[in-house]
């Protein structure tokens, strides 16, 4: 006790003055920036004094998470919890600082935009470093939300018009089960890197595995190297230009499902299908559990990183032989963001005179967000962000990946030179590689078929009746079923994709109502007419 109240000693040291030690956390708590959408992070809330202060300041969508990394005063913090905050539904108390477990109970508190740490007793100094490492987690994740959810806005609709009309004529893709990786693979991105690694790749070309982006297909065959694999994840038409170069040839491709369908239409040899989760909802999930066969696979933004998880995955944690990369820069050198023979190198090119050599080369590198990095390079805020989502693929169990890109933007990869990459590829020699579902360019197999005949335009015949439910309830004409009405829509949330304001469905006002039985018409309408002979 100090000044007639209780205070706590630990580490040889009071974890609130000795004079008024609740008017201090009082005081801490009042001086707190209040502002919408905001989870407070209370670092080791002790007696919790000035927690009841905070909480009756924030705004009703905002809320409180007391975290506590020290076991002891955990314990004391638990026993001390006012009865009035533990029935608070906006406040979680965690013993531990798993970023995991911090951010399942931010998600079961709402939607946040940042995080703001708070310490409203001496207790925080103790583990200061592992509070700010988990409001940094916290903040990422919260970034990365609102980021998908951005993206949803602009390119839900293409995405889910995409899915459903590849779905429609799925027979006529044929998709393939996924390809068996093993041996020495080189994943190639269109980054100005490589073009060093090509003498390589076409030396020990016998020997080494070959997956690429589909923006480095031409560069690679200009150097005479048909990929055993080529990676597309682009909704829009855009990177039908990267195909060109094939001339018809057969290259075995792995799309996304939410590809644009002339993607498919573009290649003439084994298909392979994955479903990457644009957002964490219903649909996406009734989706992968219908096709298991189709490669699933998180949101990387990057095509070059979603190549390097996908190898990953498919070489699996006894991978036989060494991983590489090279071209997944994330920074170039000025007037050349890409390798040569890329379409976007290309058209800058071919835009040149004699009295403008390639000056716009250097306008996209010197575009106003890039800036300057520790080897010379450029790169930008965008680039970086894929970078870093490299680094914490590296960082899961899988295969190690060797950095043959000799610069760039650093992913956590031990870089290599290409001399000891060829000590490598020549040591794992060429009895590892794949060959197994017609991953081999110009082979006969094709691996065995991922979907049964007609499984795509049934999935959209179920979508159909879903959907006439939900209109039916919508219009009055059917009763809610289990769960209500916004657990229906839930159920296809792609009708809430292009909707900023989603998370008042659970209100349901009828503004939000009116505009999904729009978006519900729309589907129907859209998906009959796929559905039609």
């Keep these: 006790m100090t000044a007639g109240e209780s205070n706590l000693r630990h580490g040889g040291r ?28 209370v670092a080791s809330p002790g007696l919790w004094y000035g927690v009841e202060t905070l909480l009756s300041r924030i705004d009703p969508a905002s809320a409180l998470i007391c975290v506590e990394a020290d076991p002891g005063l955990a314990a004391l913090s638990r026993a001390a919890l006012p009865p009035a905050l533990a029935s608070e539904p906006r406040l979680v108390f965690l013993e531990g600082t798993a970023p995991e477990a911090c951010l399942a109970a931010a998600t079961s508190l709402g939607a946040f935009r940042r995080t ?7 207790g925080a100094a103790f583990a200061e470093a592992e509070y700010l ?56 991105g269109a980054g100005p890197s490589l073009e060093s690694a090509l003498p390589l790749i076409a030396e020990l070309r016998g ?44 290259c075995p491709l792995l799309a996304d499902l939410s590809s644009h369908p002339s993607t498919f239409r573009a290649f003439s040899g084994p298909i392979h299908v994955g479903i990457v989760g644009i957002t964490e909802g219903a649909f996406l999930r009734r989706l992968a559990g219908a096709f298991p ?26 991978a036989q032989g060494p991983l590489f990369a090279t071209g997944l820069d994330f920074s170039f050198p000025p007037g050349k963001t890409h390798a040569r023979g890329t379409p976007a190198l290309l058209a800058l090119q071919f835009e040149a005179g004699r009295l403008a050599p390639a000056l716009r080369l250097f306008d996209t590198s010197f575009r106003p967000a890039a800036t300057r990095t ?24 899988g295969p190690a990946l060797l950095d043959l890109r000799g610069g760039g933007l650093p992913v956590g990869a031990r870089r290599l030179g290409l001399g000891e990459a060829r000590e490598l590829i020549e040591a794992a ?3 590892n590689l794949r060959g197994r579902a017609g991953s081999r360019p110009g082979e006969g197999g094709r691996g065995a078929q991922a979907a049964a005949p007609g499984a795509g335009r049934e999935f959209l015949g179920k979508e159909v009746d879903r959907l006439c439910d939900i209109e039916a309830m919508l219009k ?17 949330d792609y009708l809430l994709w292009s909707m900023p304001d989603r998370g008042r469905l659970g209100q349901g006002p009828q503004d939000l109502l009116n505009r999904i039985l729009v978006e519900t018409e729309y589907w129907i309408a859209r998906l009959e007419e796929l559905l039609r002979p």
């Excluded at 998709?175 to 068996?180: D, F, Y």
Aim: neutral net charge; hydrophobic residues 45%; charged residues 20%.
């Design 133 to 188: 490492r988990l409001s940094a987690a916290l903040d990422a994740a919260f970034i990365s939300e609102w980021k998908n959810r951005a993206s949803l806005l602009v390119m839900g609709r293409l995405w889910t018009r995409n899915i459903f009309r590849n779905l429609a004529r799925l027979d006529e893709i044929d998709p393939r089960e996924p390809p068996a990786l093993a041996g020495p693979v080189i994943v190639c």
């Design 476 to 492: 009055g004409r059917a009763s809610p079923g289990q769960g209500g009405l916004a657990a229906s829509v839930e159920g296809a």
């Design 374 to 397: 520790a080897s010379g390079e450029r790169s930008d805020p965008v680039l970086a962000g894929y970078a870093a989502l490299l680094a914490d693929e590296l960082r899961l169990p």
């Design 293 to 318: 066969a189709f490669l699933s696979g998180p949101p990387l933004g990057s095509v070059g990183v979603h190549a390097v998880h996908t190898v990953r995955a498919l070489a699996g944690p006894s």
């Design 207 to 250: 020997k080494l595995s070959v997956v690429a982006v589909d923006t480095a297909l031409g560069t690679l065959l200009g150097a005479g190297i048909l990929p055993d694999l080529l990676v597309c994840l682009e909704a829009q038409a855009w990177n039908l230009r990267d195909f060109l170069p094939l001339e018809g040839r057969p």
């Design 116 to 122: 703001r740490l708070v310490r409203l007793s001496g």
């Design 14 to 41: 009071l974890l609130y003055p000795e004079r008024g030690p609740s008017r201090h956390a009082e005081r801490l708590a009042a001086a707190v920036p209040v502002e919408p959408a905001r989870l407070y992070l």
């Design 429 to 431: 020699g060429s009895d």
